[in-house]
């Protein structure tokens, strides 16, 4: 069979049907019985058809075809049930993926890459598993939060997906504090404050301005100070990462702590050459001595 065969069968029951045949997946009398389902309302008529397309597309499945064949318009089967409303046809193929996938792209990883939030309800709504991992050992969650597709991260959160450390790293990498607030809503209640505080000194390491301020929005202490001594602020001043210490004087940073040996925040800023640190209005109020 070719591998569009499914694809096309979404919405042509009939041809299906003789492909069937033709390849003795089903006898001429299993065809006719099919074909001669009866309805008398529109409702019915939906249900049945919704139900024969699903007999045939399940058969299909078994019989080897792609599940995962792409249209020309890049769309699975998966895809092509789901925004046509047939649900139990979702819930067989997604079935199906879950047995013949180990360590693969799913449907589900596409419609995180893609955005398709709405896709992702119904693949999960029918059985979907929210955290399986592709080829890459990356799951849906990932490619979402990678490619800062929010609609569809929200969908997995709210699905329970696990946050792991590469997931953690994706998020910083984008540093977009909109997605990082989404994502710290949900992941806030199972970080202890060490794990927060520890974030945020990354994320001043790094100039991630958009890190620091959704961290700082979701409990981080701005004036928190690590095992050195050293607050955001002074560590921001002394590796000259000025977007990040714009966002701790925007979130009411002290500017006049010291380091335990008594440097200032405006030696540091000096020291490592940055004048935008040094030159901020308030800076040149506080005394280095």
């Known amino acids: 069979m070719k591998k569009n065969e499914l694809v096309s069968g979404i919405l042509n029951t009939e041809d299906l049907l003789d492909l069937l045949i033709s390849n003795g997946v089903l006898q001429p009398d299993s065809r006719a019985l099919m074909s001669s389902i009866t309805v008398r309302e529109e409702k019915n008529s939906r249900i049945a058809s919704e139900r024969g397309h699903t007999a045939v597309a399940l058969a299909l499945a078994k019989a080897g075809a792609d599940i995962h064949a792409t249209d020309q318009m890049s769309k699975t089967p998966l895809h092509l049930a789901a925004q046509n409303g047939h649900e139990s046809m979702v819930k067989?193929?997604?079935?199906?993926?879950?047995?013949?996938l180990k360590n693969q792209t799913t449907v589900l990883h596409m419609a995180a890459n893609e955005d398709d939030?709405?896709?992702?309800?119904v693949l999960l709504r029918n059985g979907a598993l929210v955290d399986t991992r592709d080829g890459r050992r990356k799951t849906a969650l990932y490619h979402a939060v990678r490619h800062g597709n929010e609609k569809t991260a929200t969908v997995l959160l709210k699905a329970g997906a696990q946050v792991d450390p590469m997931i953690v790293d994706a998020a910083f990498e984008l540093n977009r504090k909109s997605l990082l607030s989404l994502f710290l809503k949900y992941v806030q209640k199972s970080m202890s404050q060490n794990e927060i505080t520890s974030a945020l000194f990354k994320a001043v390491r790094r100039n991630l301005d958009g890190v620091v301020a959704a961290l700082i929005d979701h409990g981080a202490d701005v004036n928190s100070c690590n095992e050195l001594g050293y607050t955001p602020m002074l560590l921001a001043a002394e590796l000259g990462n000025a977007e990040a210490f714009k966002v701790l004087v925007s979130k009411k940073a002290r500017l006049d702590e010291r380091l335990p040996n008594q440097i200032s925040g405006l030696h540091l800023a000096i020291q490592s050459g940055s004048m935008q640190i040094a030159q901020v209005n308030y800076f040149f109020k506080i005394s280095c001595y």
């Open 92 to 100: 067989a193929l997604v079935h199906e993926e879950k047995k013949s």
């Open 117 to 121: 939030a709405t896709l992702a309800q």
